[in-house]
Structures are given as structure tokens and as C-alpha cells.
T-cell receptor, first 113, second 115 residues
Framework: AQSVTQPDIHITVSEGASLELRCNYS??????LFWYVQSPGQGLQLLLK??????LVQGIKGFEAEFKRSQSSFNLRKPSVHWSDAAEYFC???????????FGTGTRLLVSP | EAGVTQFPSHSVIEKGQTVTLRCDPI?????LYWYRRVMGKEIKFLLH????????ESGMPNNRFLAERTGGTYSTLKVQPAELEDSGVYFC?????????????FGPGTRLTVT
């Protein structure tokens, strides 16, 4: 069965600094990959997704992620963090379209002034 | 366009009581999913409807949980009788059947507390 690991439970980044959130997955083939964000009191919002093709994908709010097959990773990055980025971030995989999402445990991002 | 809505936003019940959660998907979305997040754990899949049919219910924890999707529109998730370990946040998501987009749109969740 597929699984997702987000090794960092909490991360604190200074406003304006760069950010990288780690995600590793376990699956025999290349799954569909997603990053979601949950702000307080909100539902999960899709930041970006990877299905195939270019391994560097751009998302909303200035986020990007790079799929590395050799490392089974799909790390999320942002060059300059804003205070409004403070939220919880979830990496998820899907074996085929319309199937269930399998989530990691989430990484809570704190942004310091 | 309205997003996925869930009702109630919070529910506090005693052990042994019954609770029913409701989800209204985005109009026209045939796929509807239920997920649950227990505190400190990952978000876990419960089940998947395609229209009114259960496509995958492999994540339902036990027979105290009953999900329905009336007429392929809104869905309810009933927990009867509730146990302490059922506490958590229950998310609903929906998606269309267009193969160009597998995105699941999530609702804000229902926070269930069983005391």
C-alpha cells in the first residue's frame, strides 16, 4: 500500500526567507502527487499537483514543487515566505485518478517576523 | 460557484449518542469522498461515492459508521453509537468526472468531539 512521509511536524521560517517542505512517498509506480494547504478555520486548498511531464510544477501563491523519481520525493518550495503562508501543509498521493488520496501527517509552518 | 459545504461545523456529543454529519458537494460533482483526521494523525480516507453508489468504502472503521448519498447529491455520515475514538475532524471532498482534472475540493470539515 502506498504511504506518504512528511518528516517535519513543525517548521519555523522568518518572513522573507525561503521555504522547503519535504515529502517522500512509497509506491511501486509514479503516483499522482498533490500539495494541499489548510489555513485556520478553512478547508484544504490545492496548491499544486503533478501527474506527468515536467517535473517542476508551479502552483498558486508562488509555490512550486519538484518531483524526483529517484528519491521518491515531491518537495514543496517557496523563495520568499509571507506571514499569510502560516498554515498546515499536506502532501498527498493518488494511485489513479478519482481514487482516494493518501495523506502525510502534515507540516505546520510558523512564520516569524 | 459555491464550494463544498459541511454541517455542522462543530458537534459535541456524549459517548453512546448518535451524530449525523452532512456534506453538500459542488453542484455537478459526481465523486464525493469522506475523510477523517484524528488529532495528531494523518488525514485518512473513509469512503468514496460515485453518484449514489459506494465506489470504495475500504476506509470505514466499523459498522457504527453509515454513509449515504441520497439521489447522488448531498451525503450524510452517521455515527451510531459514538465512541471516544471517533473524535476528530471529518472532511468531505468532491470532484468532477472530467479526466483532465482529478482535483478534489474539500469542505471546511466538521469537528466532532465525543465526551
Amino acid at each position: 500500500a502506498q504511504s506518504v512521509t512528511q518528516p517535519d511536524i513543525h517548521i519555523t521560517v522568518s518572513e522573507g526567507a525561503s521555504l522547503e517542505l519535504r515529502c517522500n512517498y512509497s509506491y511501486g509506480a509514479t503516483p499522482y502527487l498533490f500539495w494541499y494547504v489548510q489555513s485556520p478555520g478553512q478547508g484544504l486548498q490545492l496548491l499544486l499537483k503533478y501527474f506527468s511531464g515536467d517535473t517542476l510544477v508551479q502552483g498558486i501563491k508562488g509555490f512550486e514543487a519538484e518531483f524526483k523519481r529517484s528519491q521518491s520525493s515531491f518537495n514543496l518550495r517557496k523563495p520568499s515566505v509571507h506571514w499569510s503562508d502560516a498554515a498546515e501543509y499536506f502532501c498527498a498521493v493518488q494511485t489513479t485518478g478519482f481514487q482516494k488520496l493518501v495523506f502525510g501527517t502534515g507540516t505546520r509552518l510558523l512564520v516569524s517576523p | 460557484e459555491a464550494g463544498v459545504t459541511q454541517f455542522p461545523s462543530h458537534s459535541v456529543i456524549e459517548k453512546g449518542q448518535t451524530v449525523t454529519l452532512r456534506c453538500d458537494p459542488i453542484s455537478g460533482h459526481d465523486n464525493l469522498y469522506w475523510y477523517r483526521r484524528v488529532m495528531g494523525k494523518e488525514i485518512k480516507f473513509l469512503l468514496h461515492f460515485v453518484k449514489e453508489s459506494k465506489q470504495d468504502e475500504s476506509g470505514m472503521p466499523n459498522n457504527r459508521f453509515l454513509a449515504e448519498r441520497t439521489g447522488g447529491t448531498y451525503s450524510t455520515l452517521k455515527v451510531q453509537p459514538a465512541e471516544l475514538e471517533d473524535s476528530g475532524v471529518y472532511f468531505c471532498a468532491s470532484s468532477q468526472t472530467d479526466v483532465s482534472s482529478y482535483e478534489q475540493y474539500f469542505g471546511p470539515g466538521t469537528r466532532l468531539t465525543v465526551t
